[in-house]
């Protein structure tokens, strides 16, 4: 069974950065096109990154220049880079693969941005 542990979150201001982890255990994810989604308070889940397994990314409009997602594939660890974050960054966010059928969602890591 695939285990995904999202950590890095936490309570920030403005402007600031953070580094988001989501380390992957039960499979590997070399050969898997993995995402960033988040789930801001009383709104649907909603994709924000993805990285194929030749490293190409993609990014939702509103977090593009500011957000980068990179991969280890040695330490199966997907990043989320998350520069000058603003309050509608607020949510959870989780990884997982986009191929379906997707892995079991982890539990997931909160980023708060507040002044």
């Known amino acids: 069974q695939v285990q995904l542990v999202e950590s890095g979150g936490e309570l920030v201001q403005p402007g600031s950065s953070l580094r988001l982890s989501c380390a992957a255990s039960g499979a590997a994810i070399r050969f898997n096109t993995m995402a960033w989604y988040r789930q801001a308070p009383g709104s649907q889940r909603e994709w924000v990154a993805t990285?194929?397994?030749?490293?190409?990314?993609n990014y939702k409009n509103s977090v593009k220049g500011r957000f980068t997602i990179s991969r280890d594939n040695t330490k199966n660890t997907v990043y989320l880079q998350m520069n000058n974050l603003t309050p509608d960054d607020t949510a959870i966010y989780s990884c997982?693969?986009?191929?379906?059928?997707?892995?079991?969602w982890g539990q997931g890591t909160r980023v708060a941005v507040s002044s």
């Open positions: 990285i194929t397994a030749a490293g190409t990314t």
């Open positions: 997982n693969r986009i191929n379906i059928p997707q892995w079991t």
